[in-house]
């Protein structure tokens, strides 16, 4: 892969997420060589994806050059490429532009939409994991209603402007949140000839609540606000398939759709070679001790979505989420050092600094610590941690101008089908 | 095509561009029909198109929703639908949505790149003449350098930095210039581990002038910017083919590169049933009378340019820019309200404001009036006129930003391969 040898303990960081550039930036000026394998040359900020979905951010805001963050960074190497395997006892990775060797691997690879192994709604729904993903399903819903002009069917019509987001976590209830502010603000004034009242959003959550994880009150209160911009939340139905047209639900629920997005849940993406039945744990993550170290193997590391660490606090691992991943990142890096130094390691210990979703304009959910607080405050607080975890001062500044604008003029000027997404519409028709 | 039947007579506008819209705002609460269709559901800002193929500016900010544009606008209908043909006769439009009649065409339609019949060209080449297009070629750099660390063959690794651009005007001039200061200012930084000072910017034109149309001193003066940047400038040299890896000119000059832009010319974007011998003029044109009228047809207009209007002042018709564009949709939108009223039309005449075109940081060139400028203050009028022009308070706010960090920072932030242009490299192997 024409990477230099050096003197130095080569360290192989496979992911740019918020792991990896956390882990990255603590080996700084360290007497290491790293190499940074992604898929894409930029880091994705996750938690605005659906934003960029629904028009109200341009992606190369929520996007960043991941050389760029590497620069001035001596002894540091990026390459796009994809890792196709990795042998832990050779240690060697093989990917799309060759092979590399590694005295010490860190998967922080994340995680990806699992569909549960339902090839049916996989093929036929939106995904909303990465940019790419988030800019087709902004041109598909832009195109539905765009084609629910041209018919004259009524139930056609519907299902173009009817949506199901599947899965009630942050990301579906902020999805669904976006869709009901448009489907009120703007809609109605982009398309006077089409009666947008009769679009509908269901957000459909196979639990008994929303926003597992946060705390009842936040649920209890995001469920409100939904209900409050009209979305309809179905609870306790669990989604069976979608063939393009309908879907089904275990009840006899049933839902005619051209834009179902599945957010009902996320896997560890992991590497062959590392996915035998004793390194991974349920949900397709890797197992790893308290050091985020593979079992059996001491120079692989896992840290961040990918990486599953039980502890007394999170005996099911850390939730998939970015804190876990960019203190286990900081952490290792001090760690790697110890290792290499032949000090012991520190044990990592997570420091939960709350949960938070927005559901639209004031109206968001937040439990830090022992607060909860809900509404215009939470709001706030939303948009503030986000701006200062969006990395780049150029990204926050358009973001926050982008918020600014929207919130002043109640609008999302970036409804922009650049690429199309080309459904195809046949199905529809009688 | 679901346009309601109107008891005022229907303007069908097909193109969005700046002539289309400059025609829209004018005939807005007038006692006309009017129906705007365009393949495309924005308007394009296409003098900035460079900037997004050079990362320096987001797409979406140079993009505008066509929608968006007619928000309020009474009986006013916006159809995302590509022209297939029409019938003059009939007075039928057919497009890939269904038919649609009018009572007064007004043909919009813009230009695209020609590439003079050659296919192989058109083929291998990067044309940047839409968003998608400019995304291609932002990728396409990207790519080709990644590509270049992965080779140890000189040859290859050169043609891999190896930068072509065919066609002086002020698209090829302003993207080698942007291109010119990448390599200065970004390469290095993010490539540290590449020799970047081997990339090349060569910039091909047939003419012994660059900027043809504008005064000799802003030629000579762009040709300098162009050297001090490190532009390798050719005149004189014809361009025969581009296999993907090889371009031929006329002379035994050979360049080989992974990256030929074709900016050697445009023709007007016709439409079948307008496209008859006698209908238009060299470079694809409609020929149009005083009043943008079309011979022969006196319900069908054509603006921008797709137009060809003869005159003393412009013997070849119009500059293929903006300005008389922008100046046409105006005029006709009074002039359709003279036609239906019965009143005389007014004869175009077109106020030329003159050309500019930037090559870099403090370095552009404008002919304004009998003022020839060239340098800072150039480069600060283009800034704003540029600005100005823009669709839309978000976007020129955007832009602004960008260009402010751009110039403090030496930076442009969105290399970003958001969707790869996946070129096969193989034809670079020995």
Redesign the interface.
């Known amino acids: 892969?024409?990477i230099?040898l050096s003197s130095y303990p080569r360290i192989v960081i496979i992911g740019g997420g918020f792991g990896g550039i956390s882990l990255a930036k603590k080996l700084r000026e360290k007497e290491v060589q790293v190499v940074l394998l992604d898929k894409?040359?930029?880091h994705t900020f996750q938690p605005l994806l659906y934003q960029v979905s629904t028009g109200g951010l341009?992606?190369?805001?929520i996007?960043?050059?991941l050389?760029?963050v590497l620069?001035?960074y001596e002894n540091f190497?990026f390459?796009?490429a994809a890792v196709n395997e990795v042998d832990p006892n050779k240690k060697i990775i093989y990917t799309n532009?060759?092979e590399l060797t590694y005295d010490y691997l860190v998967v922080a690879t994340g995680a990806e939409t699992n569909f549960f192994g339902n090839t049916e709604i996989e093929k036929n729904a939106m995904a909303m994991k990465s940019?790419?993903q988030s800019?087709n399903l902004r041109s598909l819903i832009?195109?539905n209603f765009?084609q629910a002009?041209?018919?004259?069917d009524y139930h056609e019509r519907d299902a173009l402007m009817n949506f199901v987001i599947v899965g009630g976590g942050p990301t579906g209830v902020e999805l669904a949140g976006a869709l009901a502010e448009i489907k009120k603000g703007i809609l109605p004034?982009?398309?006077p000839?089409l009666d947008t009242r009769r679009a509908q959003i269901n957000l459909i959550q196979s639990g008994d609540r929303l926003l597992d994880g946060f705390s009842d009150r936040a649920s209890k209160k995001a469920e409100d606000f939904l209900e409050e911009l009209g979305v309809q939340v179905w609870k306790g139905v669990r989604v069976t398939g979608y063939n393009g047209k309908t879907v089904t639900t275990k009840t006899d629920l049933v839902f005619e759709s051209a834009a179902v997005v599945w957010a009902a849940g996320v896997m560890g993406a992991n590497i062959k070679g590392l996915d035998s039945e004793e390194l991974i744990v349920r949900g397709n993550r890797i197992k790893v001790n308290e050091f985020n170290q593979v079992i059996d193997f001491p120079d692989i590391f896992a840290i961040g979505d990918i990486a599953c660490m039980f502890s007394e606090d999170n005996p099911r691992g850390h939730p998939m989420v970015a804190q876990p991943a960019i203190q286990q990142g900081r952490l290792l890096g001090d760690n790697l050092i110890n290792l290499i130094e032949n000090r012991p390691m520190e044990p990592f210990q997570y420091k939960d600094k709350g949960s938070m979703a927005t559901v639209g304009r004031n109206k968001a959910v937040c439990d830090i610590g022992r607060y909860r607080f809900q509404g215009v405050f939470a709001w706030f607080v939303w948009m503030f941690v986000h701006l200062f975890f969006l990395i780049?001062?150029?990204?926050r500044?358009?973001v926050f101008?982008?918020w600014v604008?929207n919130y002043v003029?109640f609008?999302r000027?970036?409804?922009?089908?650049?690429?199309p997404y080309k459904r195809d519409y046949s199905q529809f028709k009688d």
Chains 1, 2 share one sequence.
Request: aromatic share 12%.
């Open positions: 892969m024409n230099p894409n040359n930029y341009e992606p190369d805001s996007a960043y050059p050389r760029k620069i001035g190497y390459r796009l532009i060759g940019i790419p800019l832009l195109e765009e002009l041209l018919t004259d004034k982009d398309y000839d780049g001062f150029r990204n500044m358009v101008i982008n604008y003029k609008d000027e970036a409804r922009l089908i650049i690429r």
